[in-house]
Structure formats: structure tokens, C-alpha cells
């Protein structure tokens, strides 16, 4: 589980290609103690399991569904990606709820800047429109931004200054493939949305009991 707040921001330095996945190394700027072998990382807000250590250089395998859902098969040598450790029960939750489980791609279709700001604009599937609302939450790149409008399958959203030095947003680019992972309590409503029965009421009821179910809190 993540929050789509970015803790660095670090190029590629190897890939190493085989039939049916890719093994990424990144180096880190600064290794953190509490990284092991076999625990979750977000690259690009995509999950990965950390399958090496080498000093502060890490590497992960990337499966051929991933590669194929996600823009991380585009990825070189070089290319800066965003870096988030896993959220653990001290972590501050200064974004939303992320799994790094990523819904499609996204595509830049315009970017401007206003005043401070940058604003992107965003084509998506329009088979996920139920599930992004204006002032919502959406995970783009694995960052936790705010929707700005939404017109039927695009959406636009606003990067600050901070947000835009300590993301990838700074190097991205009209059409740019972006993954986009939508609030995971949009799909759970939009999942149970059209039951009627008073059974199907009472369980499609966001409690606290549910999200402890579901890993949400503790």
C-alpha cells in the first residue's frame, strides 16, 4: 500500500531482458534500512517486489501483464522514474490510498502552464469514467493528485511548483502515456452501486469494519 507522495525521484541504470519479463535496477540517492528483500516498492506507481540488493542499488523483475498495462515496458536506461517505499502504520498519509495497481494508460493530450501552476490534460478509456470525479483523487505516475474537471473520458489536474520539481511531471511531454491508477473507494462504491435488496444494502455500506477488512486501516 502507498500514498502517492513521491520519496525520490531516479533513473534507470540497467535493464536486462528475457522471454517473459525485464529486470530494472535503480540506484537510490539514499539507502533506507527499513527496504528488504521480497517487499513492495511503487516505480512509476506500478507495485514491485524488491528481488536484489546491492548497496544502495535495487532491482526488481517486471512480468510480461505488466509490461503490457503499464507504460514501464517504454522505460531506458537513463530515464528518471518515481520512487515510493511502502506505507507503514507511522507513515504520515499526506495523499490518498494507492494500491500500485495500475487501471490503464493515460495519454498527455495538452500542457500548460498557469500562473505557478502546470496543467495537464488527460485522454483515458472511457470505460473507467465512473470512476474519476472533479476533486477526487487519481494516482498519475503513482502521484497523488487532484482532479480538476473531467468532460466525459479526460480530465484535467494542476502541478504546483513542489510537485513538479519532485516528480517525473517535469520531464513528461504531450503525448506522454501516464498510468493512471483511480481511487480504489470509487471502485468499491461503483461495484456496488445497483444492488437494491436490503442485504445488498447493508453489505455495499462503507464501514470501518470493511476497510479494516480490506487493509485500509488497522
Known amino acids: 500500500m502507498f500514498t ?47 528481488s536484489a540488493i546491492k548497496g544502495n542499488e535495487i532491482s526488481f ?8 498495462d503499464t507504460n514501464i515496458n517504454n522505460l531506458q536506461q537513463s530515464d528518471m522514474v518515481n520512487v515510493e517505499f511502502s506505507l507503514t502504520p507511522a507513515s504520515k498519509i499526506s495523499g490518498h490510498f494507492v494500491t500500485g495497481h495500475v487501471d490503464c494508460l493515460g495519454k498527455i493530450i495538452k500542457v500548460e502552464k498557469k500562473n505557478d501552476a502546470t496543467g495537464f490534460h488527460i485522454d483515458f478509456p472511457d470505460n473507467f469514467s465512473n470512476l474519476i470525479v472533479k476533486k477526487g483523487s487519481i494516482a498519475v505516475n503513482g502521484i497523488s493528485l487532484t482532479v480538476s474537471n473531467v468532460i466525459n473520458s479526460s480530465f484535467t489536474f494542476m502541478a504546483i511548483p513542489q510537485t513538479m520539481m519532485t516528480t517525473t511531471l517535469q520531464y513528461t511531454k504531450e503525448a506522454d502515456m501516464l498510468n493512471l491508477e483511480f481511487d480504489i473507494l470509487a471502485k468499491y462504491l461503483n461495484a456496488n452501486k445497483g444492488h437494491d435488496t436490503k442485504t445488498d ?18
Request: charged residues 20%; glycine residues 6%; contains cysteine.
Open 61 to 68: 523483475y517486471t512480468m510480461q501483464q505488466t509490461l503490457a
Open 4 to 50: 502517492g507522495i513521491i520519496n525520490q525521484v531516479i533513473p534507470i541504470v540497467s535493464i536486462k531482458e528475457s522471454t517473459d519479463k525485464k529486470i530494472f535496477s535503480i540506484r537510490l540517492k539514499e539507502i533506507n534500512e527499513a527496504i528488504l528483500l521480497g517487499e513492495s516498492i511503487a516505480i512509476n506507481g506500478v507495485c514491485q517486489t524488491v
Open 201 to 218: 444494502k447493508d453489505s455495499s455500506k462503507i464501514t470501518l469494519d470493511l476497510l479494516r477488512q480490506k487493509g485500509f486501516i488497522s
